[in-house]
């Protein structure tokens, strides 16, 4: 069983950065894609950023630019970079890890923007 612990959220202006990270407790390179999603209240959870095998990455569209999500394999850990931060960025970010077998998800940490 892997755990997914997500950190680095909080409140920040319209225009700051953040950056988020999701320690894995188990090796990240066994997963065939690592990911950022985020849900916001009232709406439904949406991908944000991933990075599978390759280190080859794809966004959504109204982050790219604007977020990078990378990997530290040394320290299982993942990384998502937010510049430019828009209230509408507000959510709860989760981390996700997938697998042929399994699918795992962390706690999420809350992103809020004010404008």
């Known amino acids: 069983q892997v755990q997914l612990v997500e950190s680095g959220g909080g409140l920040v202006q319209a225009g700051g950065s953040l950056r988020l990270f999701c320690a894995a407790s188990?090796?990240?390179?066994?997963?065939?894609?690592m990911a950022w999603y985020r849900q916001a209240p009232g709406k439904q959870r949406e991908l944000v950023a991933r990075?599978?095998?390759?280190?080859?990455?794809n966004y959504a569209d109204s982050v790219k630019g604007r977020f990078t999500i990378s990997r530290d394999g040394a320290k299982n850990t993942v990384y998502l970079q937010m510049n430019s931060l828009k209230p509408e960025d507000t959510a709860v970010y989760y981390c996700?890890?997938?697998?042929?077998?399994?699918?795992?998800w962390g706690q999420g940490t809350q992103v809020t923007v004010s404008s």
């Open positions: 996700n890890a997938n697998s042929a077998f399994n699918n795992y």
């Open positions: 188990g090796t990240i390179l066994s997963f065939n894609a």
């Open positions: 990075i599978i095998t390759g280190d080859r990455t």
